[in-house]
């Protein structure tokens, strides 16, 4: 089993930053597919940002290609969400999500792929 616990979340104006910060435990948690997802006021549950295991590639919804980056650190069981040029339409929850099994470029983004939820992180983007 994985545990997830997001941080980092924050109220920025817009054309800010911020980094978010995923803390993952349990056993092979590093063999695990792990995402980013967020959700607004009003609406589903959205994939953002996804790290795919066997090739170290990302993935990314096209809303936020070029100004998110994620990136994990295996040595600090940490997963990142590093977010540039933010707007308004950035605002959400934003959760970190964990699974055991391989995703691909048509399910990465979808919530009931994935087991493992953190509480989520609430960010703020004010214009």
């Known amino acids: 089993q994985v545990q997830v616990v997001e941080s980092g979340g924050d109220s920025v104006q817009a054309g800010g930053s911020l980094t978010l910060t995923c803390l993952a435990s349990?056993?092979?948690?590093?063999?695990?597919?792990m995402t980013w997802f967020r959700q607004a006021p009003g609406k589903g549950r959205e994939g953002v940002a996804h790290?795919?295991?066997?090739?170290?590639?990302?993935r990314y919804a096209d809303s936020v290609k070029g100004r998110f980056t994620i990136s994990r650190d295996d040595a600090k069981n940490m997963l990142y969400l590093q977010m540039n040029s933010l707007k308004p339409e950035d605002t959400a929850v934003y959760y970190c999500?964990?699974?055991?099994?391989?995703?691909?470029?048509?399910?990465?983004?979808?919530?009931?792929?994935?087991?493992?939820w953190g509480q989520g992180t609430q960010v703020t983007v004010s214009s």
């Open positions: 790290f795919y295991i066997p090739t170290l590639a990302t």
């Open positions: 999500a964990a699974d055991n099994r391989i995703k691909n470029d048509g399910n990465w983004a979808w919530p009931d792929e994935y087991i493992y």
């Open positions: 349990g056993d092979m948690w590093r063999r695990y597919s």
